[in-house]
């Protein structure tokens, strides 16, 4: 499969990673199962943009998309009811949806998962016309 991953630099575990480093072994492992994977590091004030542009793009199978519940609903809410699967590496300070579905919570070992893992179907909801995957509340919110 053909992987474009748009890493948020910003989100919380990534902005201590030395990203170098990381996005070699992100596309060491990938390569090794047999996909291919353009890598793009993005400011979080550009991730948006930089989800739009992998999401628009017709030569990839996998939008890899790596930050926190905001970075991974924005790229659901992108990819929803199209072909192109999302692989959420999770790298903010929560990562809630990714703890839901299962994906492991350091990112060597949500790589390995991505190189053989398979893609499974889950439900989003919208409220207004804005998709969400991770939380929805009514009325008051504690901080």
Not at 17 to 23: E, H, K, V, Y
Not at 86 to 115: C, E, H, W, Y
Not at 120 to 134: C, E, K, L, Q, T
Request: hydrophobic share 50%.
């Amino acid at each position: 499969m053909r992987f474009a991953a748009v890493l948020n630099r910003d989100g919380g575990t990534l902005r201590t990673t030395d990203l170098s480093g990381f996005c070699d072994r992100l596309r060491q492992t990938l390569e090794a199962a047999g996909h291919s994977v353009d890598v793009d590091v993005v400011a979080g004030e550009d991730i948006a943009a930089a989800l739009q542009k992998a999401a628009r793009r017709r030569d990839v199978d996998v939008v890899l998309a790596g930050g926190g519940d905001g970075t991974i609903s924005a790229a659901a809410g992108l990819l929803m009811n199209r072909k192109t699967a999302l692989a959420i590496l999770p790298a903010g300070t929560m990562n809630l949806f990714a703890r839901g579905l299962g994906v492991p919570q350091t990112l060597d070992a949500a790589l390995k998962s991505f190189a053989d893992g398979e893609v499974i179907a889950v439900d989003m909801a919208s409220a207004n016309g804005r998709p969400f995957i991770h939380q929805f509340s009514i009325g008051l919110h504690a901080k």
